[in-house]
Every structure is written in structure tokens, then in C-alpha cells.
């Protein structure tokens, strides 16, 4: 093995949710199907780096002109911001269809830890937007971590002497799930948060 292809396995084997082996079968598989795999995935990662972009307003990743296609959607609702910590986040939401509203990427969550503070949130861009807008609420969609958590806690505190609802998403029992394999916290949320 030459040090190009075992360079190639080495930046492979570091993207999320891989490894050295499964690099290793990747770059086997783009190599012996070059025309099929590897010139099409090298044109289309050409495009991207040249194309995407970050959303001026809600730091949503697209390939656009001024903002993201969200953004630019007349038929969203634009008086309901909902906020997630990732564009992973965002893209899981607008999956479900659920959502017509518009979104505010955080960027992160609140950790005293790996210092991070109140200023990753951007909630002076999220005021301007709700004023701007006339935003009637702002829907919280964190991670029900310890983070998470105190992401939400701080942002329902920010907006508070506001005239915007804040509303979080449930946390508890999923659909289908059994109470005997539940962990302690799920169990707890979902009575804490019984109705």
C-alpha cells in the first residue's frame, strides 16, 4: 500500500462514526469502483467545498445566494424561531416534517467545563430576529443532557421579562418504548413532566 492511499485511510478513518477497518474497506471499494465511486464523490466534494455556505441569519449549511433555502422559504412561519445546539439537529427536525417554522443554530451548549459561555449562544442575533419578526414563541430543541439542560434553563431565563412564550420539547417515554428498559433519567423526566 502506497502513502497516498494509506494517507487517504488515515483522513477517512477520522470522520465521525468510523474507523481504521472501515476507512480501509471505504477506500477498497471507491478504488476498485473509480468510475462509479470515486470520480463521483470527488466531484461532488469539490462542489460542496465551493458551494456551502453558512446562513447569515440562522447558521444553517446550504448552498445559496444571500440566505438558506429555511431562510428564504415565504411559506415558513417566521413569527416561531425553534433552537437547536447542530445542524445535524436542524436536519433531523425538518426530516420529521413536523416544523414550519424558522430555526436559530446555537453552535454549541453552555459548559463550564470546556468554557464555554453565554456568547456561543448568539441570543443578541436571536433578539434582533425576534424583534424584527415579531416572534410570538421560541421553541427550545436541546439534548436532554446536563448541557442541554442548562442551555434551555438559560435561554427561558434571557427571554423571561420578554413577550414570547418559550416552550421545550418533551422528554420522557418514547413511543413503543418498555418501562422495564428505560434508564432512571428517562423515567424521571417523564414524570416529572407528566400532564
Same mark, same amino acid.
Given at each position: +500500500?502506497?502513502?497516498?492511499?494509506?494517507?487517504?485511510?488515515? #483522513?477517512?478513518?477520522? @470522520?465521525?462514526?468510523?474507523?481504521?477497518?472501515?476507512?480501509?474497506?471505504?477506500?477498497?471499494? +471507491?478504488?476498485?469502483?473509480?468510475?462509479?465511486?470515486?470520480? =463521483? @464523490?470527488?466531484?461532488?466534494?469539490?462542489?460542496?467545498? #465551493? $458551494?456551502?455556505?453558512? %446562513?447569515?441569519? %440562522? /447558521?444553517?449549511?446550504?448552498?445559496?445566494?444571500?440566505? %438558506?433555502?429555511? %431562510?428564504?422559504?415565504?411559506?415558513?412561519? $417566521?413569527?416561531?424561531?425553534?433552537?437547536?445546539?447542530?445542524?445535524?439537529?436542524?436536519?433531523?427536525?425538518?426530516?420529521?416534517?413536523?416544523? *414550519?417554522?424558522?430555526?436559530?443554530?446555537?453552535?454549541?451548549?453552555?459548559?463550564?467545563? &470546556?468554557?464555554?459561555? =453565554? &456568547?456561543? @449562544?448568539?441570543?443578541?442575533?436571536?433578539?434582533? *430576529?425576534?424583534?424584527? $419578526?415579531?416572534?410570538? &414563541?421560541?421553541?427550545?430543541?436541546?439534548?436532554?443532557?446536563?448541557?442541554?439542560?442548562?442551555?434551555?434553563?438559560?435561554? #427561558?431565563?434571557?427571554?423571561?421579562?420578554?413577550?414570547?412564550?418559550?416552550?421545550? @420539547? /418533551?422528554?420522557?417515554?418514547?413511543?413503543?418504548? &418498555?418501562?422495564?428498559?428505560?434508564?432512571?433519567?428517562?423515567?424521571? /423526566? /417523564?414524570?416529572?413532566? *407528566?400532564?
Amino acid at each position: +500500500m502506497g502513502p497516498d492511499i494509506e494517507t487517504l485511510i488515515q #483522513k477517512i478513518s477520522r @470522520l465521525p462514526g468510523l474507523g481504521p477497518r472501515s476507512a480501509r474497506r471505504i477506500v477498497i471499494h +471507491m478504488i476498485k469502483n473509480r468510475d462509479i465511486s470515486l470520480e =463521483p @464523490l470527488l466531484t461532488s466534494i469539490s462542489r460542496v467545498f #465551493k $458551494n456551502v455556505k453558512v %446562513c447569515p441569519i %440562522c /447558521a444553517n449549511i446550504d448552498t445559496f445566494d444571500d440566505i %438558506c433555502s429555511i %431562510c428564504s422559504d415565504r411559506t415558513r412561519r $417566521n413569527d416561531i424561531i425553534c433552537v437547536v445546539e447542530s445542524v445535524a439537529d436542524l436536519w433531523a427536525i425538518e426530516r420529521t416534517s413536523c416544523f *414550519r417554522g424558522m430555526y436559530h443554530v446555537l453552535g454549541g451548549l453552555l459548559s463550564s467545563i &470546556e468554557g464555554r459561555g =453565554p &456568547e456561543v @449562544l448568539m441570543l443578541d442575533k436571536l433578539t434582533q *430576529r425576534c424583534n424584527i $419578526n415579531g416572534v410570538i &414563541e421560541i421553541v427550545i430543541a436541546l439534548s436532554a443532557t446536563v448541557e442541554g439542560q442548562t442551555t434551555d434553563h438559560y435561554i #427561558k431565563n434571557f427571554f423571561g421579562n420578554r413577550d414570547i412564550k418559550t416552550t421545550s @420539547l /418533551a422528554h420522557g417515554i418514547p413511543m413503543g418504548g &418498555e418501562l422495564d428498559y428505560l434508564d432512571d433519567g428517562t423515567l424521571f /423526566a /417523564a414524570f416529572s413532566a *407528566r400532564g
